[in-house]
């Protein structure tokens, strides 16, 4: 049966596009062109000076030169937290173009161009802007961003090393010393944006972004064991923007705008890791987290009671081809995501006191996977589901009942979803008398998202990765069906009130009703809505007691009736305090602080959490030789909540035995038998304190001399589940003073040196895998010249 | 195909079946349409926008009265993105008395600060104001964001003469800018694990518009409605088949802390079991009757200890996994 939608798409974006012209109409003809008082003509303005070329003054810069890096420790975390490098670099290149007083030009009056980070470095951004007079503004952004990641505690099944480490036949399986989930992707983001006739009353926008992620990553799948695999990244986004401002009276602006974003998603997966072999020298692995020694096959396998490992005489060492294992793994899932977006908006501060703006927008987009293809060839013992002949139990080789074991399987198939998604703002701001100003803004946003998968899989049963196959069963056929869905609406006004010129009030209510509901894409899941209301009191307050001080305190304290998850609070409250204190011109002290806090009460749920930010700052500049800041943060990150889990050795700390009879999933205690369901109380706290300060010295115009020091230090405890976990980043001190040096021979050649160290360190162990500290001594020594 | 279930019985066409957005964007077209009569149908009313009384034409010296005594500021302005203001009104537009009004009082004053409007040592409203005068369209949340409430007015981030930053004409470079105020949100981006900032790659306005949005904390949406985030992270947008629902409806700050975090992917804990196991526990059924806890033997915590993502990888959503598997 064909779902009916909600949405018409076309008959939607047909009533949003002619809905605007239709509105737009009706301002254009009712109102009133305003009649400005004509001013006298403008002047010549004074370009300035450069280098001429084609009646344009010209300014360039470039900055070249390199680093030279030195580090010890562990080149993984530096390359995660630094990833600066030695070798020659573009550090900087500016090219600035005006054209002369009087002269005429086709393309453009000016161009401005500005690019850093060329030659090595993981991060280079160019930023091209230019305007011809009213015809056009351009302004256009590159950025690319190396993004590398080996983190080793993330991901890491810790496997155990000395006395504790898994073995078999006298094979020690390794321990990971490497984030199994480790990235190493490049991001080039590209940004486009021009803008036609400007300054007229209608104007035209088209604008083009283009995101690409690629580059090498790993991942892991679970079929029986747990496989490394090679995660090729790659996946782009574009974005066309096409837009018309009008603005048919002053103070008033229609928009409208047709976004269409595209994504595709070409990342693949395969086998990656295999480090032993099978009998046959096909290359194997048995997983990448063998936490303990593992099983041998059964007895009654095909294999025999043998150890995983056969022979570790052998290189690479040889595998039993009767226990779980991977001999090749692939997956290609290439999907194809469109979305178009209308908008229309409107503002307008033309009614006398009134300013008001609106929006509403429609999306109608598509996903479609039309060629998945997913292929594994190994051995995965622990499925239990009977054979055809209904007498024998598959592949429990480890229970010794059966030889045949889940050996391949090919998954073919496809996939779309749909999601729609309608949003309506409002908002408006009414000044009632000069002192007492009214706000009201309604948020309105209802999506859903219908989806279906239909996939065939094939699968093959053998004795072993190394026996003929002995069955094969399918194609089987599986269709899905899901669906999820909320609807929102947010409603907030404020009362701002002027108490004297140096005391502002608001006080303020906002609600917000929420409806989600979902259609699970098992059928023997029920599908379920839930509402939730949530209320909150704001109160915001700005006081000026001199030119000089300005202080800003804001609260908001809410509540809701119902809650999605265990995370969500029923209770919140927000605190803010900034102060800004100018005793003088040259000098600024400010200081922040910022309390988030949520509760859930619910029995057995007992949630609480909150961020805690305190900040203060310094700023001295007296005079152009010499100037000075110095900055404190204290961050507070907590959080608790009570948590069940199935654990047949209970962790050290913090968790109780669940009472008989009360399940945790599949995790039921039993009367007289040692618990393995417990509660728990996920609990986390990071409290992070961060200094910075730096001094600028400049005797004179041909030196300037820079030097400063920064360390955020944490300190921070939480739930262990795995007795082998460490803190890691949760207990450390990293720190990068820095100096820096610039000498001007001429006003057109300058010589720069900058020195950065960067240390890491954790207070504690590294855990069973590779230390994570490490310091480094960058230079960087570059030749300024500029004409 | 949907199993044999019937289409009525969904909980999407119980939700929707009233059709509210309809509704209300109706509803709004028409208060949009009655505003607007109310304000331009009465004849002879005054003029549309009219907000104050606008100085006669003899009231205006032109700029170049004002660069006799205010060279150091006319000087460079060539370059200023408001010289455009001289090509509008078929060329006669005016510059500095667009913005500081007209100027023949304060010429006639012998320079009479009192005379011509100072944006530095004005109200933060009036400022507003002006600048909202021509930038509105642009800026449409101004009046309502946080910053303006908190008395922050334009040039408390801007300068049409003193700029660092000529692109926005920002008195200093994003973040050190947005730092003088929101100075709590630094030690974040000094973090192990941090969104850029600090090195260049991502600035605050990328996720943040500054001037106001209809979306908490000033966010940004991408041009799909989607959230911000999945405009560099796209491939966690979706739509997918199996939706990790808390993804699409608590948002990514559910698991992550977007600026900085002590934990690895940005995490809110340092355990990604911990994370996890903080909603996918069933410790009070009626409380949450949709609490899914882990079922199977390879998550007993102690018989294997391997972090949950490294089954379940695809966890921002799957089309082939209803467990996230792949």
Request: glycine share 10%; proline share 14%; net charge negative.
């Given at each position: 049966m064909k779902t009916r939608l909600f949405f018409n798409s076309f008959v939607v974006r047909a009533s949003v596009f002619a809905g605007s012209l239709g509105l737009a109409a009706i301002f254009a003809f009712s109102g009133n062109a305003q009649e400005q008082a004509k001013p006298q003509p403008a002047p010549a303005q004074d370009a300035g000076s450069g280098k001429p070329w084609a009646n344009y003054d010209i300014h360039q810069s470039f900055d070249l030169g390199g680093h030279i890096l030195s580090k010890d420790g562990s080149s993984a975390m530096y390359d995660t937290l630094v990833n600066m490098e030695s070798g020659p670099r573009i550090l900087n290149h500016t090219l600035q173009m005006h054209a002369t007083p009087g002269s005429r030009h086709a393309l453009f009056d000016t161009l401005f161009e500005d690019s850093t980070g060329y030659g090595g470095d993981p991060y280079s951004f160019s930023t091209l802007r230019a305007s011809k007079g009213k015809a056009y503004d351009f302004v256009g952004t590159f950025r690319r961003d190396r993004q590398f990641f080996d983190y080793n505690l993330s991901g890491n099944p810790l496997v155990p090393g000395g006395a504790l480490a898994p073995t078999s036949n006298g094979y020690t399986f390794p321990q990971v010393?490497?984030?199994?989930?480790?990235f190493n992707t490049v991001r080039r983001n590209t940004d486009l944006n021009f803008t036609f006739l400007p300054v007229s009353k209608v104007s035209f926008r088209v604008g083009y972004n283009l995101n690409i992620m690629q580059g090498p990553s790993q991942s892991s799948i679970h079929i029986g064991a747990d496989a490394l695999l090679y995660q090729g990244w790659r996946n782009s986004t574009q974005t066309w923007l096409g837009a018309i401002d009008w603005k048919p009276i002053q103070r008033t602006t229609f928009t409208y705008e047709q976004h269409v974003v595209q994504y595709k998603g070409d990342t693949f997966w395969r086998l990656t890791g295999q480090n032993m072999q099978l009998p046959n020298g096909a290359p194997v692995t048995l997983g990448f987290d063998t936490v303990a020694s593992p099983k041998p096959s059964g007895a009654t396998s095909f294999c025999g009671s043998q150890p995983a490992v056969l022979d570790n005489s052998t290189n690479p060492p040889t595998a039993n081809p009767c226990v779980n294992g991977y001999t090749a793994y692939s997956r290609f899932a290439p999907t194809r995501t469109l979305f178009p977006t209308e908008e229309f908006r409107f503002q307008t501060s033309a009614i006398k006191n009134v300013q008001m703006t609106g929006r509403i927008l429609y999306t109608d987009a598509t996903m479609k996977l039309d060629t998945y293809r997913e292929s594994f060839r190994g051995m995965e013992s622990r499925v239990t589901t009977p054979a055809p002949d209904g007498a024998t139990r598959w592949c429990t080789t480890s229970k010794g009942v059966r030889l045949d074991c889940h050996t391949g399987q090919v998954v073919a198939g496809g996939a779309s979803a749909k999601r729609f998604d309608f949003g309506a703002d409002y908002g408006l701001v009414w000044q009632l008398s000069p002192d007492f100003a009214l706000s009201e803004q309604f948020d309105f946003q209802n999506w859903h998202q219908p989806a279906t998968a239909t996939f065939n899989t094939i699968d093959f049963y053998a004795a072993s990765m190394i026996s003929p196959l002995d069955v094969t069963t399918g194609p089987d056929l599986a269709a899905v069906y899901s669906s999820l869905g909320q609807k929102m609406a947010t409603n907030t006004v404020m009362g701002e009130w002027e108490a004297s010129g140096k005391v502002q009030i608001g006080v303020g209510y906002r609600f917000r009703q929420r409806t989600l509901a979902k259609l699970p894409p098992d059928p023997e899941d029920p599908s379920y809505s839930l509402t939730i209301h949530e209320n909150a009191g704001i109160l915001d307050a700005v006081i000026r007691p001199t030119r000089d001080v300005r202080i800003n305190a804001s609260t908001e304290i809410g509540w809701a009736d119902a809650a999605y998850v265990q995370t969500d609070p029923r209770q919140f409250q927000r605190y803010q305090v900034r102060a800004t204190y100018k005793p003088i011109t040259w000098a600024t002290v400010s200081g922040s602080f910022t309390d988030r806090e949520g509760r859930d009460n619910e029995f057995l749920i007992n949630y609480r959490a909150h961020h805690r930010a305190l900040a203060g700052s310094t700023t001295l500049a007296p005079n152009e030789k010499f100037s000075f800041d110095m900055s404190y943060g204290y961050i507070n990150d907590y959080s608790t909540v009570v948590d069940c889990f199935d654990a047949s050795v209970p962790p050290a700390a913090g968790v109780t035995a669940m009472p008989v009879g009360v399940a945790c999933g599949n995790a039921v205690n039993a009367d007289g038998v040692a618990p393995t369901a417990f509660y728990g109380n996920s609990y986390y706290d990071a409290p992070t304190q961060y200094g910075s300060a730096a001094l600028v010295w400049t005797p004179s115009k041909l030196f300037r001399g820079g030097f400063g020091y920064r360390v955020n230090d944490v300190y921070g405890t939480t739930q262990l589940?795995?007795?082998?976990a460490v803190p890691g980043t949760l207990r450390s001190k990293y720190q990068t003073p820095f100096v820096n040096l610039a000498y001007t021979f001429t006003p057109a050649w300058t010589a720069k040196a900058d020195y950065n160290y960067y240390s890491y360190g954790e207070d504690g162990p590294s855990g069973p895998t590779a230390s994570r500290n490490f310091h480094s001594n960058m230079y960087t020594l570059g030749m300024h010249y500029q004409f | 195909m949907h199993n044999g279930r019937s289409d009525a019985n969904t909980p999407n066409r119980a939700v929707l079946k009233k059709h509210p957005g309809l509704r209300v964007s109706t509803v709004f077209l028409l208060g949009l349409l009655s505003l607007g009569f109310h304000a331009f149908a009465a004849p002879g009313a005054k003029a549309a926008g009219k907000q104050d009384a606008q100085p006669a034409a003899s009231e205006f010296v032109g700029s170049e009265t004002c660069a006799t005594c205010h060279e150091e500021v006319t000087k460079g302005f060539a370059t200023n993105p408001h010289t455009k203001m001289a090509l509008m009104h078929g060329k006669q537009g005016v510059t500095c008395e667009n913005c500081h009004g007209a100027g023949k009082a304060h010429v006639d004053g012998?320079?009479?600060?009192?005379k011509i409007f100072n944006p530095a040592k004005a109200p933060a409203k009036e400022v507003d104001a002006k600048c909202l005068s021509c930038h509105a369209g642009q800026h449409a949340n101004f009046a309502r964001s946080p910053h303006a409430k908190a008395g922050v007015s334009c040039v408390s981030c801007h300068s049409v003469h003193h700029t660092e930053d000529k692109a926005q004409l920002l008195k200093a470079s994003q973040p050190a800018l947005c730092f003088q105020c929101h100075g709590e949100v630094k030690p974040q981006f000094s973090?192990?694990?941090?969104?850029?900032v600090l090195e260049g790659v991502t600035n605050c306005s990328d996720c943040h518009d500054p001037h106001g949005s209809f979306n908490p904390s000033n966010l940004k949406t991408t041009s799909a409605q989607n959230a911000i985030c999945t405009k560099c992270h796209s491939e966690t947008a979706g739509p997918f088949v199996y939706e990790h629902p808390v993804v699409k409806t608590e948002g990514c700050i559910s698991c992550h802390s977007p600026h900085g975090s002590q934990n690895p992917r940005l995490l809110n804990v340092a355990n990604v079991n911990t994370l996890c196991l903080q909603c996918h526990s069933v410790t009070n059924t009626s409380a949450f009757p949709h609490a899914v806890a882990p079922t199977g033997p390879v998550h007993n915590q102690s018989a294997q200890y391997t972090p949950c993502t490294n089954c379940h990888s695809q966890i921002h959503g799957s089309n082939a996994s209803e467990v996230f598997f792949k």
């Open positions: 010393l490497d984030s199994p989930h480790f589940l795995n007795p082998l | 012998g320079g009479d600060t009192s973090m192990p694990f941090h969104h850029k």
